[in-house]
């Protein structure tokens, strides 16, 4: 079975530094990976995705997420943050040995503060 | 160019009676999964739909059903409603059943 972590529920950053959203996940198969934003009252938004290749993938808004096979990590990072960015942030998984679905980690509250 | 809509935005049923929640693709997409979103938990998968059939679903009793029409569009169905029913209903589309899908606004559903 395929599983996503979050382990950090809240993570708080000052404006202009840069922060990371950690994910960890477990498949069998080889690993398809996506971050999404989720504003209040609102759907999820697609950021980025990791299907194959380059490690280091470039997504919206300036945010990108590190691969890492080893470690079995995907974390989330932006190198300025912005009080806008203060969201509810969610790692997804697809293990393309077990069909299409996703599986979602239980999500990461990240604050800017001004 | 339209994003994926649902309908309706909200939406107050009792127990035991059904309902059916409405979802229109991106335009382009022919892929729509369903997501049930509890409140302060992530998405879990219900089932997607892909060429008006049923392709793959989650763990989800039977009272939970949909229907994919020639157009792409889907509805999800409820059964036999639970208080535990209470959440955001997702709506995702993709084109073919590979790469990234696209979420709906959602639906909020309330079980009195």
Known sequence: AQSVAQPEDQ?????????????TYSVSGNPYLFWYVQ?????????????TGDNLVKGSYGFEA?????????????PSALVS??????????DNNAGNMLTFGGGTRLMVKP | DAGVTQSPTHLIKTRGQQVTLRCSPKSGHDTVSWYQQALGQGPQFIFQYYEE???QRGNFPDRFSGHQFPNYSSELNVN????GDSALYL??????????????????????
């Open chain 1, 11 to 23: 993570v708080n950053v000052a404006e202009g530094n840069p922060l990371t959203v950690k994910c």
């Open chain 2, 91 to 112: 709506c995702a589309s993709s084109f073919g059943t590979v790469w990234e899908q696209y979420f709906g606004p959602g639906t909020r559903l309330t079980v009195t």
């Open chain 1, 66 to 78: 590190e691969f890492n096979k080893s470690q079995t990590s995907f974390h989330l990072k932006k």
């Open chain 2, 53 to 55: 059939e049923e392709r």
């Open chain 1, 39 to 51: 504003y209040p009252n609102r759907g999820l938004q697609f950021l980025l995705k990791y299907i």
């Open chain 2, 80 to 83: 036999a409603l639970l208080l």
């Open chain 1, 85 to 94: 960015d203060s969201a509810l942030y969610f790692c997804a998984v697809r």
